[in-house]
């Protein structure tokens, strides 16, 4: 992701091979690299706070491991020079935070034991209070990846539901009602 103010990158990297993921900041234009995190079981998919905190999930699941033996995610806080803080405490595992402009954390979350369960869009407050569920919690079988904010207030995201993918939006004054596909009549394989 890039800061607000255009200057930095951030992203989940290894230091090494053997190392565990970890986030990172690149500022620009002199690329000077800086590690963020240093959490046991490794850190992704950073996100920004207005106040430049950085959210993000962790563990990082192994690879080739099953789904249910795969340890679960939870969402992490973190001000600059400070230490990481657990905002989610829940059986189901969590990713791909982001910010919406009313300063809530919005992520997908899922349970790692039942996959016909599958996914949904749920929203935090950034100090850790109110998890309410956002979009896709009435469906079941369904893999959401990707959620982002447009300007429009727009939150799209990507669905995989029965074999068939679109991109889908939901209005951020009605996301429970108003779920529909980006592009109408478009189905990718």
């Known amino acids: 992701i890039v800061s607000y103010d255009g200057q930095s990158i951030f992203f989940a990297g290894k230091a090494a091979t053997a190392s565990e993921w970890q986030i990172y900041q690149e500022d620009l234009p002199d ?19 207005p106040d430049g905190s950085l959210v993000f999930v962790s563990p990082v699941p192994k690879l080739g491991g099953t789904n249910s033996s795969q340890p679960l995610t939870a969402l992490y806080v973190q001000s600059t020079g400070g230490q990481p803080r657990q905002l989610t405490f829940s059986s189901r595992s969590i990713s791909d935070p982001t910010m919406l402009s009313d300063g809530r954390i919005l992520f997908v979350s899922t349970s790692p034991s039942d996959l016909n369960n599958g996914q949904a869009l749920f929203t935090i407050n950034s100090d850790g209070t109110e998890v309410t569920a956002f979009a896709g919690a009435e469906d079941s079988n369904l ?34 009602q108003s779920r529909a596909r980006l592009f109408p009549g478009v189905t990718a394989q």
């Open 31 to 49: 690329a000077w690299l800086t590690k963020l995190t240093a959490i046991p079981g490794g850190a992704m998919n950073p996100a920004l706070l």
């Open 143 to 176: 893999i959401i990846q990707r959620p982002r904010l447009l300007d429009d207030g727009r939150v799209v995201f990507m669905v995989s539901k029965s074999g068939t993918n679109s991109t889908e939006v939901v209005r951020m004054a009605r996301p429970l």
